[in-house]
T-cell receptor, first 114, second 114 residues
Framework: KNQVEQSPQSLIILEGKNCTLQCNYTVSPFSNLRWYKQDTGRGPVSLTIMTFSENTKSNGRYTATLDADTKQSSLHITASQLSDSASYICVVTPVNQAGTALIFGKGTTLSVSS | EAGVTQSPTHLIKTRGQQATLRCSPISGHTSVYWYQQALGLGLQFLLWYDEGEERNRGNFPPRFSGRQFPNYSSELNVNALELEDSALYLC?????????????FGSGTRLTVV
């Protein structure tokens, strides 16, 4: 069964610190893996998109990595800011599937405190 | 470029009533997807419309229905509202031929059933 598991479920860090969020998936084969940031009560906003052949993708202080062999992805946040407090969702698209087949993780809730 | 717009932002209904939620996709996008996100849970796929046709639906009762108009905007109807229908309803749009990226979410409609 295609699944996306994220860890930790929640995380609290101090402003300025780095953190890494994990995503393990069983979707195979897959076409792309995305990380979204979702502020409370708002829609998810795309951070990074990686195809199966890419190993890393950066967007400012956000860097996503992908290991297709171990079926793991991580999202590294550098020098965290209060505005990084949000839910981070990992999404995998199975190959040759339309948008309805996106597999969503349940997300990691990040809280950045001062 | 305008993003995906959803209306209303908030909606309060009583049990048994009907709710209508609206979504306007990004210009040029022909596919519209609806998701339900209950508090603390991941996104659950509801419906997919493309070129005016319902292409797929998730594991939801027939009370959840919708349509897509010739201008590709869409509405989601929820009949006979139940308390557990309270959730954030998200709409996303994409180009039919998009392989990577182009999957953009709106800010959502918060439906509260009392």
């Amino acid at each position: 069964k295609n699944q996306v598991e994220q860890s930790p479920q929640s995380l609290i860090i101090l402003e300025g610190k780095n953190c890494t969020l994990q995503c393990n998936y069983t979707v195979s084969p897959f076409s792309n893996l995305r990380w979204y940031k979702q502020d409370t009560g708002r829609g998810p906003v795309s951070l990074t998109i990686m195809t199966f052949s890419e190993n890393t993708k950066s967007n400012g202080r956000y860097t996503a990595t992908l290991d297709a062999d171990t079926k793991q992805s991580s999202l590294h946040i550098t020098a965290s800011q209060l505005s990084d407090s949000a839910s981070y969702i990992c999404v995998v698209t199975p190959v040759n599937q339309a948008g309805t087949a996106l597999i969503f993780g349940k997300g990691t809730t990040l809280s950045v405190s001062s | 470029e305008a993003g995906v717009t959803q209306s209303p932002t908030h909606l309060i209904k009583t049990r048994g009533q009907q709710a209508t939620l609206r979504c306007s996709p990004i210009s040029g996008h022909t596919s519209v997807y609806w998701y339900q996100q209950a508090l603390g849970l991941g996104l659950q796929f509801l419906l997919w419309y493309d070129e005016g046709e319902e292409r797929n639906r998730g594991n939801f009762p027939p009370r959840f229905s919708g349509r897509q108009f010739p201008n590709y905007s869409s509405e989601l109807n929820v009949n006979a509202l139940e308390l557990e229908d309270s959730a954030l309803y998200l709409c996303a749009s994409s180009s039919r031929f998009s392989r990577v990226g182009g999957y953009t979410f709106g800010s959502g409609t918060r439906l509260t059933v009392v």
